[in-house]
């Protein structure tokens, strides 16, 4: 995969940088989580296998994030939902296979729900969640770091995952609270395939469970993964990942 991404420039937004190779069947979409970008590992490996396979698959930054314009501090949950559709609008004409990794999960349902309703249920061809975590601005912090976030506007908390702190702004915690979704009916009928790690120490797997519970669709399976943490980038992770999303892609 070429290092050097493409651009899709927007008038009233940031510029987005992503890469997307043409292919046949549902375009695959992947979300990445909170605070990463397209040049992940699983990102890298399912747009490889994808271009390898001749599918069509998508893999793009948020505003703010990786190699796109914007400032990260500035974004919303809905300004990245925004971001993920207008790439969609300019890259992929028909069926989508929404991919998402963590917050990239609560996305895939938040872009999903706004494509069926815009464009009818034929749009949206699957889900794949990965350590999916809607609403985490609820169940993730603790009453006193909400209160933190709320009074001066944003909590920086030290992760394993990057030398730089993540960063919690009022108005993202405002957007994610306004747009929960476990505590209703999800009205999506497609193909979810949800994977989780066991292990997981940064979102209880009881969240897919919830999640399963609170989709239309029949057609939902949730798989938890032995030995299994939040990033499921393990060869044996991927592979599975890869062949979850094949499955349904050729279904």
């Keep these: 995969m070429s290092d050097t991404p493409d651009y899709l420039d927007r008038a009233a937004r940031p510029r987005l940088a992503y890469r997307f190779v043409a292919g046949t069947g549902p ?36 505003a703010g994030c990786g190699r796109s ?48 309703q815009r464009d009818g249920p034929a749009r949206v061809a699957g889900l794949v969640g990965v350590a999916a975590a809607p609403d985490f601005t609820g169940w993730g912090f603790t009453p006193e770091e909400k209160a933190i976030i709320l009074a001066e506007g944003e909590l920086r ?5 990057s030398d730089q702190p993540y960063v919690t702004t009022r108005a993202f915690w405002q957007s994610g609270e306004a747009n929960r979704l476990l505590d209703g009916d999800i009205p999506l009928a497609c193909p979810v395939r949800l994977l989780h790690g066991e292990e997981d120490g940064d979102v209880p797997p009881d969240i897919s469970l919830k999640l399963s519970a609170a989709l239309a669709s029949e057609d939902v399976q949730v798989t938890l993964v ?11 992770d991927i592979a599975l990942l890869i062949d979850t999303v094949a499955r349904i892609a050729t279904n």
């Design 69 to 116: 314009d914007g400032l990260f501090a500035e974004q919303t949950l809905l300004d990245w939902r925004g971001d993920v559709l207008d790439l969609i609008d300019a890259k992929a004409a028909g069926p989508v296979i929404l991919v998402g990794s963590s917050m990239g999960g609560w996305l895939m349902l938040l872009t999903a729900l706004a494509l069926v």
């Design 157 to 161: 908390e030290e992760t394993p995952y």
């Design 226 to 236: 032995k030995g299994g943490d939040h990033r499921l980038s393990r060869d044996t």
């Design 27 to 62: 375009t695959i979409i992947f979300l990445p989580g909170y605070m990463s970008d397209m040049a992940g590992g699983k990102a890298t490996a399912l747009f490889d296998w994808a271009a390898a396979e001749g599918q069509a698959c998508l893999l793009l930054d948020y």
